[in-house]
């Protein structure tokens, strides 16, 4: 069965970091590229980053570039993200997402227009930025 | 705000249709056919339901449908029912200065 499970949300002080994580399993985690969303509570879905499947290509909103890092060790299934410098407006539900497509090529993945959708979500961890 | 627009709300009665549309630029809807949507119940994860305007993924009802024209994609949903009252997001990928995907605000489906 395939499933996603986020896990480190928190409270935090503005300024601070945390890192959230998410394991999948029943699925090769390998060759599907990930996303990162988050929604604000009462609001849309905001895209947040995304990973090729080997790790090697990573694509931030603008609103995180510079503060976020995602990440992945295959070998554990195991994505994360490393949120630093953090503020208020951060203060959202952080899901996973499996890209619906998966990508096998000998060559790194990066992030077009085949690689936007996602079929597969975890429940999310929530991420509260307040002093 | 978000970067596509929907209408807050919609409603229809069951055994009805909707339409819920969505309105990008030439840079995101406009730009290819990279448009999804998808279905949100409350203090749930959002679920798939239409990708690449029009097609379903497996299990999704053949009662939900998608189209675009120039910057603004549509989703349809057929003979309403009780259990189809949600929220739902349209998404497109977007190139401008790099590769993003943007999300609209959401339209809430009441089913009266």
């Known amino acids: 069965q395939v499933n996603v499970v986020e896990s480190g949300g928190g409270v935090v002080q503005p300024g601070r970091s945390l890192k959230v994580s998410c394991v999948v399993s029943?699925?090769?985690?390998?060759?599907?590229?990930m996303h990162w969303v988050r929604q604000a509570p009462g609001k849309g879905p905001e895209w947040v980053a995304f990973?090729?499947?080997?790790?090697?290509?990573?694509y931030y909103a603008e609103s995180v570039k510079g503060r976020f890092i995602v990440s992945r060790v295959n070998s554990k299934n195991t994505l994360f993200l490393q949120m630093n410098s953090l503020r208020a407006e951060d203060t959202a539900v952080y899901f996973c997402?499996?890209?619906?497509?998966?990508?096998?090529?000998?060559?790194?993945?990066?992030?077009?227009?085949?690689?936007?959708?996602?079929?597969?979500w975890g429940r999310g961890a929530t991420v509260t930025v307040s002093s | 705000q978000s970067a596509l627009s929907q209408p807050a709300s919609v409603s229809g009665s069951p055994g009805q249709s909707i339409t819920i549309s969505c309105t990008g630029t030439?840079?995101?809807?406009?730009?290819?056919?990279?448009v999804s949507w998808y279905q949100q119940f409350e203090g749930k994860a959002p679920r798939l339901i239409i990708y690449?305007?029009?097609a379903r993924p497996s299990g999704i009802s053949y009662r939900f449908s998608g189209s675009k024209s120039g910057n603004t994609a549509s989703l349809t949903i057929s003979g309403l029912q009780a259990e189809d009252e949600a929220d739902f997001y349209c998404?497109?990928?977007?190139?401008?200065?790099?590769?993003?995907?943007?999300f609209g605000g959401g339209t809430k489906l009441t089913v009266l």
């Open positions: 030439i840079s995101d809807i406009g730009g290819s056919n990279s």
């Open positions: 029943g699925f090769n985690f390998k060759v599907f590229g």
């Open positions: 690449d305007v029009s």
């Open positions: 998404s497109s990928y977007a190139t401008t200065t790099s590769p993003e995907l943007l």
């Open positions: 990973i090729g499947s080997d790790g090697t290509y990573r």
């Open positions: 997402a499996r890209v619906r497509n998966s990508y096998e090529s000998g060559t790194p993945q990066r992030f077009d227009r085949n690689f936007y959708d996602m079929d597969v």
